[in-house]
């Protein structure tokens, strides 16, 4: 999209009042910049101490006031606000933007630090967004006091503390990141967020003549969830990206890396997954060292080597690297200096065991992958329609179904949503006539009718040729019930993008033969009364995803005679995270399944099907454990792998560095 009208009221433009920064590169913003995020950010502090303050005056000792928000026994558990702050969007129309120090908060009581129990930064709902990558730049001032070499300071950051495990929905999209010149230790972007969080075509570079910086983008704190990186390009720095924690994951896709002074990539002890990259380097592209690290490359190009190093170097952790060439290098693959992939190319390489049930010998699907479709966003306002024009009032009490149904039935292809929370209390449908649906970051609330009766709340209804996006909402704890976020009701392609629902179930279908596409997705089952609901349900559905956080279920993910590809993905909770059956078809390209409780639920379950995985499992106390890793069922027959038959990671937790079964007896292109 070029520009956003007036008419989006969450969004701030921030060379307009109050703000009005300059954006022809003379003037210095970085004050202004800092104190728009300091705004946004101040209503997390102010909604977590009015929660608080509620709770206290309640004199039942087990009050609860949302689906976490609750006394167990009189001792507070208050680590989410009751109702979220509105979301705005930070918009950067075009021009050039000046800064002299990192943009951030400075809020010091940023936390949900309660009653003496360690706390987490509320760092979350911080959505930057330029009018397009190529036509917006953060300029970093040449030879900048503060960013000298050994400083690694961030122009942006998201995170100033050690760790979080609350910071959603966090995203930076169509901006230009510029060092300048003489600033050694600098860092384009420190880029942190749990769940759901995501980095879209974006541009790091540094315009130094020696292409002098630290890195370009750096995640570096600890518990790292949920990160999803899109259209990346990086032009120069020591490192084009580090990635150092052990929890949890970080997913990249269309990466463009050049100039880097000592690799492209360099991983410690993350789970990495890497999809299309690009490298021109004489130094390697991707460097692992970390013994908890387990990366995993497909499709590239590692260009402009030299003949004493590697496109990709490990010499810890584990490694997977698929589709692969390399140019210049001694090798694609290495461990240390000793190469151990043939000659230029990575055909299948894995540095651990494999493993499988039946077969012979375990190999992964290696499905054809399709992209999400880019599909822009039409600047003909006569085909807009927002939520308030039909009487939506978004204030979490008012009934909301009705207005927003006519939304929906206006006849236009764009429905956006303005800020606030919509009570919903039926199922609303989305016609072949719409092409797009924005929900703007807004909250949502069931009525009481979605937590007993109504089973999907947007349903997908016509056929069309032209995809339909549902995009941007962060619905939180209010919303929750026996339902699923969406029904897809139609063949129609369905792009499924930046979706965040705290406590309900997200997707099923109710008519087969669709394609689905899914980005930086998530949602928790609203407690143990809702355990048995599939938050993600796939029946005879062709479906790509990429970054799925769905939590807490007997079974997070259904694929049901259909085709399922899933780069990136975390589960929380004792359920299995991928079930296959019916001779569906599975592949799995890593993701880390957390806090296993001795349940004899396994992590993937393959019944008469086509599946291979890999992944890794994720624990913080000793009872975090998956029994099993695998379950395959085989005509009659039933075998397992078991945590203790795996390599260990983490505590007793084990990855499974690959696994394949092949029981789909139909199947017979992708043996």
Not at 44 to 51: A, F, S, Y
Request: aromatic share 10%; with cysteine; hydrophobic share 35%.
């Amino acid at each position: 999209m070029s520009t956003f009208s007036e008419r989006f009221r969450g969004v701030i433009d921030v060379t307009k009042p109050p703000y009005n920064v300059d954006n022809t590169g003379k003037i210095d913003c970085t004050k202004t910049l800092k104190r728009i995020v300091d705004d946004i950010l101040a209503e997390n502090i102010k909604g977590m101490k009015e929660t608080t303050d509620k709770l206290l005056t309640m004199p039942d000792p087990n009050a609860r006031i949302s689906f976490e928000i609750c006394k167990n026994d009189g001792v507070l558990d208050v680590i989410f606000p009751e109702s979220l702050p509105l979301g705005k969007i930070i918009y950067f129309p075009s021009g050039t933007y000046l800064v002299s120090d990192t943009i951030s908060y400075s809020h010091e009581n940023l936390s949900n630090i309660l009653m003496g129990l360690p706390g987490y930064e509320l760092s979350r709902q911080i959505y930057f967004k330029g009018e397009s990558r190529d036509e917006v730049t953060i300029k970093l001032m040449d030879n900048c006091p503060g960013f000298e070499y050994g400083a690694n300071k961030p122009v942006v950051s998201f995170m100033r503390a050690e760790s979080s495990n609350v910071a959603m929905t966090n995203t930076f999209e169509d901006i230009t990141i510029d060092i300048g010149k003489g600033n050694s230790g600098a860092a384009g972007i420190v880029f942190f967020a749990n769940n759901t969080g995501s980095i879209k075509n974006v541009r790091i570079v540094s315009s130094d003549l020696e292409y002098r910086g630290y890195a370009g983008l750096e995640i570096n704190q600890e518990i790292i969830s949920g990160c999803y990186v899109k259209n990346l390009e990086i032009v120069g720095f020591q490192y084009g990206i580090r990635v150092i924690p052990a929890r949890h994951y970080v997913t990249f896709e269309h990466i463009s890396l050049k100039h880097q002074k000592k690799a492209g990539i360099f991983v410690n002890n993350t789970m990495v997954m890497v999809r299309d990259i690009r490298s021109t380097n004489s130094v390697p592209a991707i460097k692992i060292d970390g013994n908890l690290a387990h990366v995993i490359v497909t499709d590239g190009e590692l260009l402009g080597g030299n003949s004493l190093d590697s496109g990709i170097v490990y010499s810890l952790g584990s490694c997977y690297v698929r589709n692969v060439r390399s140019e210049g290098y001694k090798s694609a693959v290495a461990f240390r200096e000793f190469s151990r992939a043939d000659g230029d190319r990575a055909i299948e390489f894995s540095n651990d065991d494999t493993y499988t049930l039946f077969d012979e010998k375990a190999k992964m699907l290696d499905l054809s992958v399709e992209d999400i479709p880019d599909i822009q966003w039409n600047n003909n306002e006569s085909e807009w329609a927002f939520s308030d024009e039909f009487g939506a009032v978004g204030d979490g009490v008012c009934d909301d179904t009705t207005a927003i149904q006519k939304l929906m039935n206006s006849g236009k292809k764009y429905i956006f949503f303005q800020p606030g929370e919509y009570m919903i209390n039926g199922k609303i449908t989305i016609p072949s006539s719409v092409e797009r649906v924005n929900f703007m970051y807004c909250s949502l609330v069931s009525g009481e009718a979605l937590k007993t009766e109504v089973k999907s709340v947007f349903c997908v209804v016509g056929e069309s040729e032209v995809p339909l996006v549902i995009e941007d909402i962060f619905a939180w704890e209010k919303f929750y019930g026996n339902f699923h976020f969406i029904e897809h009701a139609s063949r129609r392609t369905l792009i499924l993008s930046d979706l965040h629902i705290q406590t309900a179930a997200f997707y099923f279908n109710s008519q087969e033969g669709g394609k689905v596409f899914i980005e930086n997705c998530a949602c928790t089952v609203g407690g143990d009364s809702y355990r048995e609901i599939c938050p993600f349900e796939f029946v005879g559905q062709e479906v790509y995803a990429r970054n799925m956080n769905p939590e807490r279920a007997d079974c997070e993910i259904l694929n049901d005679h259909g085709t399922l590809w899933l780069m990136g993905f975390k589960t929380e909770g004792y359920g299995t995270t991928v079930k296959t059956v019916n001779g569906g078809i599975t592949e799995v390209l890593g993701g880390v399944a957390s806090m296993g409780e001795n349940k004899e639920l396994p992590v993937i379950v393959n019944e008469n099907s086509d599946v291979s995985a890999i992944l890794t499992t994720n624990g913080y106390w000793p009872e975090h454990i998956f029994l099993y890793v695998v379950k395959e069922v085989r005509g009659e027959e039933t075998r397992f792998i078991g945590y203790k038959e795996l390599p260990n990671r983490l505590l007793n937790c084990p990855k499974l560095p690959m696994y394949s079964g092949r029981g789909n007896s139909k199947c017979e292109t992708i043996m």
